[in-house]
């Protein structure tokens, strides 16, 4: 079993920078891939960034050149830097990981490719 827990969330004004964290604990397997989801009101839940065992990220194309995700602690802390935030990227922002539903590439960012979810830490932009 693999626990999550973001941080990180808070308010900030359009065009500012936030770095969440993701911290997973209680697994051994080698193979553990890890993303950032969010989901914003009255809309569907959507895969932002992604990292995978083999150290190769995927982006969706809305955050392209803005975020960047990055593993520290020998891979045990999954971090978001978001930077020229824009009121569109407003949600509760959720970690994800998995151990064995990755396909390679964009399934990354699949919510069925993930088994484990962290409970969210919510991120508002103001214009």
């Known amino acids: 079993q693999v626990h999550l827990v973001e941080s990180g969330g808070d308010s900030v004004q359009a065009g500012g920078s936030l770095r969440l964290a993701c911290t997973a604990s209680?697994?051994?397997?080698?193979?553990?891939?890890m993303a950032w989801f969010r989901q914003a009101p009255g809309k569907d839940r959507e895969g932002v960034a992604g990292?995978?065992?083999?150290?190769?990220?995927n982006y969706a194309d809305s955050v392209k050149g803005r975020f960047t995700i990055s593993r520290e602690d020998a891979k045990k802390t999954l971090s978001l830097k978001m930077n020229s935030l824009k009121p569109e990227d407003a949600a509760i922002y959720y970690c994800?990981?998995?151990?064995?539903?990755?396909?390679?590439?964009?399934?990354?960012?699949?919510?069925?490719?993930?088994?484990?979810w962290g409970q969210g830490t919510l991120v508002t932009v103001s214009s």
């Open positions: 994800a990981a998995g151990t064995d539903r990755y396909y390679g590439g964009s399934t990354l960012l699949r919510q069925w490719a993930h088994s484990y």
């Open positions: 209680g697994y051994t397997s080698s193979s553990l891939y």
């Open positions: 990292w995978d065992s083999a150290d190769r990220t």
